[in-house]
């Protein structure tokens, strides 16, 4: 019963728009068994109170696939592991925007163009920003993770009519260096000031389940809290083979919902978006990530991973009377 009055009492003080402290997190992160569902109920009344019963659907685009020179532990795509994925160059202007066309007859309302790689190129950045003006004309919110942009090129991509600059931390800056040694910590932070500096959306979040530690979680929710960051896209590790997390085990459903819904707590008036890895971990538990209070999710594949049906994303919200 202690836990039960201490979850309510902290959920109330967030509904009175004050802030929760990282004490306070750490303790819910200890919530175990039947108490979690109190609290999905709270971080519930939460979303709805900032974020109302809207949910965004988000298409991405795998513009560009293999081949990154960066050492990412978890990544398919990097030189560094030996995985079964398809390989290619940027796709053309036409390829990206016929691509787009079927992310939104899937449902998706927000676009979002993936590119492997540290950073594109001046030339991949001609052919994006095309790309992005016919997405534009098509009524529907644009996006973009390029890599360690600056501030020249992300202007570009304002200019071209980019509404959202997606780059994700992936987790705390002290476990980092466990999952990343061919660029800092220090360099996403800067791509993201000068993404929000210029006027765009900023999208960024991580990955959970890759060894890190409770703390790590809480750390990385609160300086995204502090970035000032728009939406935050939460992963919970897909493992795949060839990679260096291979082998890790799935994080348990519950805790995955404890996670989303404390990253609620932290971040009550932020989109937060469920992404990779909901199918393996949240398992038949995915449509209580809503009632956790995420805001969005990402309908049909991911990158280099297979997806749900669109179709049955659409009836998950349809059937929680929510809205899209």
Known sequence: MENLKLIEEIAKRILKSKDISFDDAYYLMKIKGAEIYHLLAWANQIREKFKGKIINFCGIINAKSGKCSEDCAFCAQSIYHKTKIRVYPLMSVKEIVSEAKERIKQGAKRISIVTSGRKVNNEELKIICEAIRYIKDMGVFSCASLGLLDKEALLKLKEAGLNRYHHNLQTSEDFYPKICTTHSYEEKINTIKD??????????????????KEEDQIKLAFLLKKLNVDA???????????????????????????????????LPDKEIIICGGRELNLRQLQNFMFVAGATGTIVGNYLTTKGRTPEADIELAEDMELYF
């Open 232 to 266: 935050i896209p939460i992963n919970f590790l897909h493992p795949i083979a060839g990679t260096r997390l291979e082998h890790l085990k799935l994080l348990t459903p519950l805790n995955c919902l404890k996670i989303i819904a404390i990253y609620r707590f932290i």
């Open 195 to 212: 993404a929000k500096e210029i006027g765009l959306s900023v999208c960024c979040g991580g990955i959970m389940g890759m060894g890190e």
